[in-house]
């Protein structure tokens, strides 16, 4: 036994050489830490803002993988700085914290666009209707709606295989309420996972399946899976991709995704307040955020943002539910005042 | 004559049985060993080109070829360190304790069946009881420490069961010389029975310590992170007392939860990097019950002269 113990103390020995501490910067905190934690969606986001902010300002930035609801109560708890999310904080996370007494600054991020995807062998869906993704989708679909030429007389007889995410991320909420109009309403007889990457093995693996996930994965597997275009209320077919989802032509599913800032720590801890100047600033965030396989938002957004920080303006513009269609324009519209 | 012929005919029965069972053998274990060679041939294949000095020194980043798992194996190594300080002097004195001391009671029934059940309870259960009550109920914190706890939590019962089993294979007649010749019970136990059980229990540390080593879900349910690019504080210092206990409150990551965030990215990139972290998981395995069977088998041998 006593040999083991040597030889853990030789491990921490080695590690002890292997102390790469961060660059010194004059005048910088080495033990103030930005503490982030939420959404896995907008993990890539924070990551890369975080990398980066380390970098260039020497202060420490730690990313944890708690999901969006894990965050809010963290957040709530007034144990981190920032929560990420990708849906608006819902009225009981609201109450939690207004419980503890901690307020918050709802900021967007980025967003993102859900693609729903085919098998790029298929040649027969050029496009599908809200109202056709619904009649796939809903509830009342479960164990009837199992064949294409059910969804449009047009298609095939052949039977519909369906891949999509799990209940519990935020992408099948999103698409739940994008499609079927109800928070968490979906037929359960399809095959769910919270590994988007599944499903594009899956939907690329056969003819007839259709499936929906985050546009990143649709980028990154170009020729494995083919999306499809929504048909907007215009009667126009528009594809996901980044500058449809940039400016709103691509609806309803694509959704902001958030920041939401501890207006405390925000107040006392000065480290925070540089985190959320970096990351808004135009020219870092939308770099960062295409470079990870998100859609930027309109670039006069950020510095809206950055001013709803500055007037600490808190409080949810979503009152605690969740909406469609949602631009980051109409988000930031009261910002500053 | 007849008696002769059925003999034989049962000595050839036998035969044939003990062929055939052989044959399914060979072909149970073949393929046992073959679904094994499939999953590691794969991993290296994916994984092997991507393990060079810079995925061992670096920090995550959100490029995959400049990411590296520096934070998590040291976190890895870190939490470990702990686990193995906690569980193994603490399953070894419960199972001598059950073995040798423990009268032999309802009570201590109860206790058996229930170490036996918690092996089985799943993961997750302990990382709910860690973040119940060591993160929130004791104020600890997501660290290194708690980390390092919630493992050897986890692994305690795989402990104690193999220190009983290895202390209950100890000959009762080795036990009973040492009483002849005027030993107290302490006496025997620390100088006859534990040495003797020492090759048994040092494998149960490390079938635990394996399990340990990539348990997801429980780290991530006390709150490990997953991004964190900086190391905890060095636990060797240059000035005195030398020793730094700063690294225990340090918050840390874990390489299996690097491979769980990594597998479901969208670029093949970090595909390559799980699985690298993936070869890497299974190298250190390797090493530290390699290092176990090396240990076990100079006591063995110390045994026997």
């Known amino acids: 036994m006593k040999k083991l113990v040597l030889c853990g103390v030789a491990a921490l020995a080695l590690t002890a050489c292997n102390q790469n501490a961060p660059a010194d910067k004059g005048g910088v905190d080495r033990n103030a830490i930005v503490l982030i934690d939420g959404s896995s969606t907008v993990y890539p986001i924070t990551e890369a803002l975080g990398e980066e902010f380390q970098n260039a300002a020497g202060t420490r930035v730690t990313v944890g993988l708690s999901g969006t609801g894990g965050g809010f109560k963290k957040l709530c708890r007034g144990e981190i700085d920032i929560a990420t999310a990708s849906r608006p904080i819902k009225a009981e996370e609201v109450e939690l914290c207004k419980q503890s007494g901690v307020e918050f600054i709802e900021l967007p991020v980025a967003l993102d666009a859900l693609a729903v995807i085919v098998h790029p062998g298929n040649s027969f869906v050029d496009c599908l209707t809200v109202a056709e993704l619904k009649t796939i989708w809903s509830p009342e679909a479960q164990g009837k709606i199992t064949t294409w030429n059910q969804v449009r007389p047009g298609f095939p007889a052949e039977p519909i295989k369906l891949f999509g995410a799990g209940t519990d991320s935020g992408t099948f909420d999103y698409f739940t309420t994008a499609i079927n109009g109800e928070e968490g309403a979906s037929r359960g007889d399809y095959t769910a996972t919270e590994d988007d990457n599944v499903t594009i093995t899956g939907v690329g693996g056969d003819n007839f399946s259709l499936g929906f996930l985050g546009l990143a994965y649709v980028t990154e597997n170009a020729g494995k899976v083919r999306p499809v275009p929504i048909r907007q209320a215009n009667g126009v077919c528009v594809a996901p991709s980044v500058k449809a989802a940039r400016d709103a032509s691509y609806q309803p599913l694509s959704r902001p995704l958030f920041f939401y800032v501890n207006k405390k720590h925000a107040d006392e801890r000065p480290h925070v307040g540089a985190f959320i100047k970096f990351a808004f600033s135009p020219a870092e965030s939308e770099k960062l955020v295409a470079e990870v396989g998100y859609v930027p938002l309109p670039t006069e957004a950020y510095s809206l943002a950055l001013a709803k920080f500055e007037a600490r303006k808190t409080g949810s513009f979503f009152d605690g539910g969740s909406r469609v269609g949602v631009t980051a324009e109409e988000l930031l519209a009261d910002a500053g005042k | ?305």
């Open chain 2, 1 to 305: 004559m007849a008696g002769e012929l059925n003999e034989r005919r049962i000595v050839a029965t036998s035969k044939a049985q003990d062929l055939v069972f052989a044959v399914l053998g060979i072909i149970v274990l073949f393929f046992a060993m073959a679904m094994l060679a499939t999953l590691v041939a794969d991993l290296l294949i994916d994984g092997l080109s991507r393990i060079d000095m810079q995925f061992l020194t670096d920090f995550p980043s959100r490029r995959p070829s400049q990411a590296g798992i520096l934070s998590a194996w040291v976190g890895t190594t870190l939490v470990m360190f702990v686990t193995a300080l906690l569980a193994i002097p603490l399953g070894v004195g419960a199972g001598l304790y059950l073995e040798e001391y423990a009268p032999k009671n309802w009570l201590s029934d109860l206790i058996e069946i229930n170490v036996s059940n918690l092996a089985g309870v799943p993961s997750i259960i302990y990382g709910l009881l860690a973040l119940g009550f060591f993160v929130y109920g004791l104020g600890m914190g997501q660290t290194v420490l708690v980390g390092g706890m919630v493992l050897a939590l986890l692994i305690l019962p795989i402990v104690v069961v193999a220190t009983r089993e290895a202390v209950r294979a100890v000959p009762s007649g080795l036990r009973e010389s040492a009483y002849g010749l005027g030993c107290n019970r302490w006496q025997v136990v620390w100088s006859y029975v534990l040495p003797s059980a020492r090759p048994g229990i040092l494998t149960g540390a490390i079938v635990g310590l394996s399990r340990a080593i990539g348990e997801t879900a429980p780290i991530i349910t006390i709150g490990a992170l997953t991004f964190i690019a900086f190391l905890p504080p060095s636990p060797i210092q240059a000035s005195p007392p030398f020793l730094n206990f700063d690294w225990l409150n340090s918050p840390f990551t874990v390489m299996p939860i690097q491979m769980f965030n990594w597998t479901s990215r969208p670029q093949a990139g970090f595909h390559e990097n799980a699985a690298a972290t993936g070869v890497l998981l299974l190298g250190m395995t390797l090493v530290m019950n390699g290092f176990a069977i090396f240990l076990r088998y100079h006591l063995r041998k110390g045994l026997r002269s």
